[in-house]
């Protein structure tokens, strides 16, 4: 009831009785039973729904299914009869993970929605390599791996998302130099749309690897993975404050050191001085690499960091508090050694957002280092114009990608990932699609991209601008899955029209 009642309420704030962020919900009830032990029907959302990390994505699905089964012989089973009983019916599928998107990317209108829920890890020390079951979560990883000293090669910079689900969206980290969390993937096991298995990689059937690459589940459905790891080690950060107009010469200029490991920037997000000063955060390898410490995450700081975010709403004091919590007191604070897979070990929830009238909005764009300057003129032009409540954008580096079809770093990028708190309201609503468009327009105009997995804000034709091989993707598709039975929201969105 408290679920229902919230979503109600929710809808009732985007000005719509029972339409959600524009679509429409319908109850259904389910007497399917389950097929063995480890698969259940289980609804999520109002019935007969699911949403997002949005919660503007509430979705009418057929069914939702839990799969638990280990790689093998009952899950491609239960995969297969799934596809069978969906085709049979004319009904998309896709599967999930966190489904922490924000445009309904990882569910199927009207279909069948598949979560994989093992955390299955076998880790190989000899080739730094682990075997992880399609739903393994990054926590499990470092759970697994830690102990063996060793830890991810590349992934997302939260732990709670599914190992295939960050394949699928093709998302990076903020390791150095490295490109997107595929660039460490071998191989993978894939079913595909007619129920084939296949194995793919980059010299085994390579184009259907790179169509898979930030493919959002549209070309088949991954069931185990062969991905890098990487030695943890015992890092040292170092912090260097200036102006935002010279952040992009200088996170070149550090990432030519070899000894740095990991880095990240920040801007100033109060409006009297927007986005005018950057804090470029870089992590070295310290002398003392004995005995390393558990994996714990951050802990208390992250808590103390979380309540200073969410201070800010509306509050201009409190971002120039954070800021001199970050440009001053934490370089202090934080200015000792700590563990590579402790600083990648943290989940979503840290800076969860729990006021009921609000939800939190990412954007996040690719620009060249050299444009970067520009990229931070366009944002102070466009964004204080609008009435979203601005929290963050963290500055990450990502090496060039060849292999993914739909692929936003043909160049090494600037990865800007921005953070607003969003009124659930129409008008905020329509309000955050102008300033999403401004921006996106602006953002390609200096040769840079957008991200796919947010709010489907961007029009038509700046999907087929920033993602010019959206046309040969979606043609590869169709020959590949005739009957359309892989589908989301991308694709009806943009990628059905080409």
């Not at 085994?204 to 890098?228: A, H, S």
């Not at 009238?357 to 690719?366: Q, W």
């Amino acid at each position: 009831m408290e679920l229902k009642s919230k979503i109600g309420r929710r809808a009732a704030l985007l000005g719509g009785g029972a339409v959600i962020g524009g679509l429409l919900t319908k109850s259904f009830s389910s007497s399917n039973p389950t097929l063995d032990g480890t698969r259940s029907i289980e609804p999520i959302g109002t019935a007969g729904t699911l949403n997002d990390a949005s919660e503007l994505s509430e979705t009418s699905i057929f069914r939702h299914i839990i799969l638990k089964d280990d790689p093998g012989e009952q899950l491609i089973a239960s995969i297969r009869a799934e596809l069978d009983e969906a085709r049979a019916n004319n009904r998309p599928v896709n599967v999930g993970a966190a489904r922490h998107s924000m445009g309904g990317q990882a569910i199927p209108r009207e279909g069948h929605a598949i979560t994989f829920e093992n955390g299955l890890v076998e880790p190989d020390s000899v080739n730094q390599l682990m075997r992880v079951h399609a739903g393994a979560r990054w926590s499990d990883v470092i759970a697994t791996a830690d102990p063996i000293g060793l830890g991810p090669r590349v992934m997302q910079s939260n732990n709670d998302f599914g190992i295939a689900a960050t394949f699928c969206v093709n998302a990076h980290g903020w390791p150095v130099k490295e490109g997107p969390m595929g660039s460490s993937v071998r191989s993978f096991d894939m079913i595909l749309p007619d129920g084939t298995l296949a194995t793919c990689s980059r010299t085994k059937n390579p184009d259907l690897f790179g169509m898979t690459m930030g493919g959002y589940g549209l070309t088949g459905i991954i069931t185990q993975m062969d991905v890098d790891l990487a030695q943890n080690q015992r890092l040292e950060p170092t912090f260097a404050e200036m102006p935002a107009e010279i952040f992009g010469d200088k996170f070149i200029e550090a990432l030519a050191d070899e000894t740095v490991k990991m880095a990240y920037g920040r801007l100033n997000v109060q409006r009297a001085s927007f986005m005018s000063d950057a804090l470029l955060i870089t992590y070295r390898p310290s002398t003392d690499q004995s005995d390393l410490p558990a994996a714990s995450g951050s802990g208390a700081a992250a808590k103390v960091a979380s309540r200073i975010y969410r201070a800010q709403l509306g509050n201009e004091r409190m971002k120039r508090l954070r800021w001199w919590f970050e440009a001053d007191l934490a370089t202090k604070l934080a200015s000792g050694p700590v563990t590579r897979n402790n600083l990648i070990n943290e989940p979503v929830v840290t800076l969860d957002d729990r006021n009921p009238d609000r939800t939190d909005i990412l954007h996040e764009y690719f620009i060249s280092p050299d444009r970067f300057a520009e990229f931070a003129m366009l944002c102070r032009r466009v964004i204080p114009g609008s009435y979203q409540e601005f929290l963050n954008v963290t500055l990450r580096f990502v090496d060039t990608d060849s292999a993914s079809w739909l692929g936003y770093a043909t160049t090494s990028r600037i990865a800007a990932v921005m953070s607003f708190s969003q009124e659930l309201t129409a008008r905020a609503e329509a309000d955050m699609r102008r300033m999403t468009q401004e921006l996106i327009d602006g953002v390609i105009s200096i040769g840079g991209t957008y991200y796919l997995p947010y709010r489907p804000h961007a029009r038509q034709d700046q999907f087929t601008r920033a993602y010019p091989r959206a046309s040969e993707f979606a043609a590869a598709k169709r020959a590949m899955d005739p009957d359309l039975l892989l589908r989301n929201n991308l694709w009806d969105s943009y990628l059905e029209a080409l």
